[in-house]
């Protein structure tokens, strides 16, 4: 279940990627404020807790950190994915993404 609950928090990593590509066409910036990117600062299911940082003119991280039941998935609690699609947890652990 942890497993299959992770897909709430890398989906959301995804949307918030485009949101800001979509953003920056329009305003030459990316933003820190996920309002503007219409996405909340949680999933949908609340199973992750979403954060943009880092953001520069060139660039952003955004971060998926588990909270409340999905917590136990300890392996895989905080995923990432920067303005480049670099994404941790780091390779050794790229099944945080499947």
Same mark, same amino acid.
């Given at each position: !279940?942890?497993?299959?609950?992770?897909?709430?928090?890398?989906?959301?990593?995804?949307? !918030?990627?485009?949101?800001?590509?979509?953003?920056?066409?329009?305003?030459?910036?990316?933003?820190?404020?996920?309002?503007?990117?219409?996405?909340?600062?949680?999933?949908?299911?609340?199973?992750?807790?979403?954060? !943009?940082?880092?953001?520069?003119?060139?660039?952003?991280?955004?971060?998926?950190?588990?909270?409340?039941?999905?917590?136990?998935?300890?392996?895989?609690?905080?995923?990432?994915?920067?303005?480049?699609?670099?994404?941790?947890?780091?390779?050794?652990?790229?099944?945080?993404?499947?």
């Amino acid at each position: !279940v942890l497993r299959a609950n992770r897909a709430e928090g890398t989906t959301t990593l995804l949307r !918030v990627q485009a949101a800001q590509e979509k953003f920056y066409l329009n305003s030459q910036a990316y933003t820190n404020n996920l309002a503007q990117l219409g996405i909340g600062a949680s999933t949908e299911r609340g199973l992750y807790q979403i954060q !943009v940082s880092n953001v520069t003119a060139t660039g952003y991280t955004v971060t998926a950190t588990a909270a409340g039941g999905q917590t136990g998935d300890t392996e895989c609690a905080t995923l990432t994915i920067d303005s480049t699609g670099r994404r941790t947890p780091s390779p050794a652990t790229t099944h945080c993404w499947r």
